[in-house]
């Protein structure tokens, strides 16, 4: 059962095709769904990137199947999937078209929903992701090694600073007080080693490069050019292959964006949104 902006479940749950997902609500204004990318949960997009969204959109974060509350994902599942998921989220919340953003996978999943249902976005904003496929920039297998061993050694403090590092610039990472925040939101709802496993098989197999150029929504790419999880290059490309597409690269930052400059992302979100909406209201000339 969806709820109301302003009304504050203890558990918000949606039943999607079966399964159930877990969702953050706040805020008021056009409705933006928020999609979050590997093992990612409402938390992981921080405060107070939040509370400045808020302000101007009824936000909706939820989480992937498989990841925190929502339901364990126990079978394989494509980015494809994933985005249905996504879809399904607006049935249950009645709403007929949204904005959305992604981020890494969430971006994945965003592109493909723009894909199979662009009557249902209203603008698109695509955060530190990948079209996929051959074309992309792979993470570094030193980073991919960085993360993977404290996981598999089940080492989770080792895993959550692992983490914290790859996602963020070498500058932001000496902020201990940010660290302190990541770390109590790696600590809550973690996803398991399998439904990570499912998660990246999703990633790989994804590859919208050939059909990225169908996309005739107004959008917005983010991405930082320290990103070591996804290089700039890939969301250069993405912006490229977009007709249109609007690109804003964040010096010195890493993954995490809208953790690093979390002012200056939400205003161009609220800036690229609002001005979507101005456009559709002027009157024909």
């Not at 999607?16 to 997902?21: D, Q, W, Y």
């Not at 808020?54 to 925190?68: L, T």
């Not at 992604?102 to 904003?125: T, W």
């Not at 007709?243 to 939400?266: D, I, N, Q, Y």
Request: with cysteine; glycine share 12%.
């Amino acid at each position: 059962m969806a709820t109301s902006p302003g009304s504050v479940p203890a558990v918000p749950i949606l039943d999607v095709a079966g399964r159930s997902l877990h969702y953050d609500r706040r805020g008021a204004g056009d409705p933006l769904l928020l999609i979050q990318g590997l093992s990612g949960n409402a938390l992981h997009w921080g405060e107070p990137f939040l509370e400045l969204l808020e302000r101007d959109f009824d936000v909706v974060a939820f989480a992937n199947r498989g990841v925190g509350r929502s339901t364990e994902a126990d079978v394989d599942f494509t980015i494809a999937d994933l985005a249905g998921d996504a879809a399904g989220m607006m049935d249950g919340l009645g709403w007929e078209s949204a904005h959305v953003m992604g981020i890494s996978m969430g971006g994945m999943i965003a592109q493909e929903l723009a894909l199979n249902a662009p009557e249902r976005i209203r603008g698109l904003v695509l955060g530190c992701t990948s079209h996929g496929g051959e074309d992309s920039t792979p993470t570094a297998e030193e980073v991919v090694r960085s993360l993977a061993e404290p996981i598999l050694r089940g080492d989770r403090k080792a895993a959550i600073r692992a983490g914290w590092l790859a996602n963020v610039s070498e500058r932001y990472a000496a902020d201990g007080e940010a660290f302190t925040r990541f770390r109590e939101v790696a600590a809550k709802s973690p996803a398991s080693v399998q439904v990570l496993m499912r998660q990246l098989q999703a990633v790989r197999g994804h590859d919208a490069s050939e059909r990225l150029e169908r996309i005739a929504i107004p959008t917005l790419v983010m991405h930082g050019d320290c990103d070591q999880l996804l290089d700039v290059g890939n969301g250069r490309l993405v912006a490229h292959l977009i007709p249109g597409a609007r690109l804003e690269v964040f010096e010195g930052v890493g993954h995490l964006f809208f953790w690093e400059e979390a002012e200056r992302s939400a205003q161009l979100v609220r800036e690229f949104l609002a001005g979507i909406g101005e456009a559709s209201a002027a009157p024909a000339a």
